[in-house]
């Protein structure tokens, strides 16, 4: 992810808003990453939520509150307890208007593949909405 090649081609577009909207998911998804590999999430997160959720950020996650502070709180408390947030990369990034789409990769410390769907609506160069699989699955359904 360090590669801007990379994210250039990762990002590209016929349409500049297209590629502008997906950039700012892709930045956010990289920054974080640099974040989390940096060990200072609890000192730059503020900073890196600001720079990238709208003030008015919606969370459609029924573990997150809306509002930037419940993430930030997320991620301090995910780094304090010492979570392994693994920070998985955007390996595709699609769009239809103002709603981006990325299919994240990642390797936990335990070796451990995912794969993540996540979407952002981006208005303005923030993030304004965001939707995604990484909840826990719902209980198995009883056996008969």
């Known amino acids: 992810m360090d590669d801007d090649d990379y994210v ?23 920054e974080l990453a640099q974040l989390i590999a940096s060990g200072r999430v609890a000192e730059g997160i503020d900073d890196l939520l600001a720079k990238f959720i ?3 950020y919606r969370q459609h996650d029924p573990h997150l509150a809306d509002g930037r502070e419940s993430l930030a709180q997320f991620f301090r408390g995910a780094a304090a307890a010492g ?13 239809d208007g103002d709603v ?26 923030v993030m304004t909405e965001h939707w995604s699989a990484a909840a826990p699955p719902p209980p198995a359904a009883p056996t008969r």
């Open 100 to 125: 981006v789409a990325l299919l994240l990769q990642g390797v936990n410390d335990r070796g451990l593949e995912r794969f993540i769907p996540t979407m952002f609506r981006v208005r303005d160069g």
């Open 8 to 30: 250039e081609r990762l990002v590209r577009s016929a349409d500049p808003a297209d590629t502008a909207r997906k950039l700012v998911a892709v930045a956010f998804q990289r």
């Open 83 to 95: 979570v392994d947030l693994w920070p998985p990369m955007p390996i595709c990034v699609m769009n």
């Open 54 to 56: 709208s003030d008015t």
